[in-house]
T-cell receptor
Framework: QKEVEQNSGPLSVPEGAIASLNCTYS??????FFWYRQYSGKSPELIMS????GDKEDGRFTAQLNKASQYVSLLIRDSQPSDSATYLC????????????FGQGTELSVKP | DAGVTQSPTHLIKTRGQQVTLRCSPK?????VSWYQQALGQGPQFIFQ???????QRGNFPDRFSGHQFPNYSSELNVNALLLGDSALYLC????????????FGPGTRLTVT
């Protein structure tokens, strides 16, 4: 089992729809989770951090964390073509001395 | 507020050569982590430097080494380059003990021929 797994893409949604990106992690001790957005040919950009169970909202983005199910998700409301990118989920692994481990990424395409 | 900077932007090397990549962290940050990102994959953790020491290391061979300077900037050195070392090398900075948020620089694209 991979330490951080994301649903395979690419994910395609129409403009204005809700995009749902999912991620599971293997380490029950992990407490810190992050979503990064990476445009083609660019470096990852931190867009959301979440540390507690429940939802965290920032503009059109909502991160959801369920530690019992070891599951993290990112919802993007009113998706725009400019949201088209690869979204990377990352978990901080305390039991490995503190490493940020990334999933393989999910490519999102928002069609006008 | 100066962000993370990396140099060079692109680099082409021949198999067997050595390469040095450089990173300056975001203003106020003291920790630098290095990642390798192959095409279509997520970043893979190489190592992390704090207080001029390597604190954590991922599953990379000893050909990968690094250094952190008193001004918190860092270098990544790769010896005996292999074709498989071709990738985007990312530097991320953070503030130790504050949060685990890491901010990435623009990356160095290394091509080994």
């Amino acid at each position: 089992q991979k330490e951080v797994e994301q649903n395979s893409g690419p994910l395609s949604v129409p403009e204005g729809a809700i995009a749902s990106l999912n991620c599971t992690y293997s380490d029950r001790v992990s407490q810190s989770f992050f979503w990064y957005r990476q445009y083609s040919g660019k470096s990852p950009e931190l867009i959301m951090s979440i540390y507690s169970n429940g939802d965290k909202e920032d503009g059109r983005f909502t991160a959801q964390l369920n530690k019992a199910s070891q599951y993290v998700s990112l919802l993007i409301r009113d998706s725009q073509p400019s949201d088209s990118a690869t979204y990377l989920c990352a978990a901080f692994f305390y039991n490995q001395g503190g490493k940020l481990i990334f999933g393989q990424g999910t490519e999102l395409s928002v069609k006008p | 507020d100066a962000g993370v900077t990396q140099s060079p932007t692109h680099l082409i090397k021949t198999r067997g050569q050595q390469v040095t990549l450089r990173c300056s962290p975001k203003s106020g940050h003291d920790t630098v982590s290095w990642y390798q990102q192959a095409l279509g994959q997520g970043p893979q953790f190489i190592f992390q430097y704090y207080e001029e020491e390597e604190r954590q290391r991922g599953n990379f061979p000893d050909r990968f080494s690094g250094h952190q300077f008193p001004n918190y900037s860092s270098e990544l050195n790769v010896n005996a380059l292999l074709l498989g070392d071709s990738a985007l090398y990312l530097c991320a900075s953070s503030l130790q003990g504050y949060s685990y948020e890491q901010y990435f620089g623009p990356g160095t694209r290394l091509t080994v021929t």
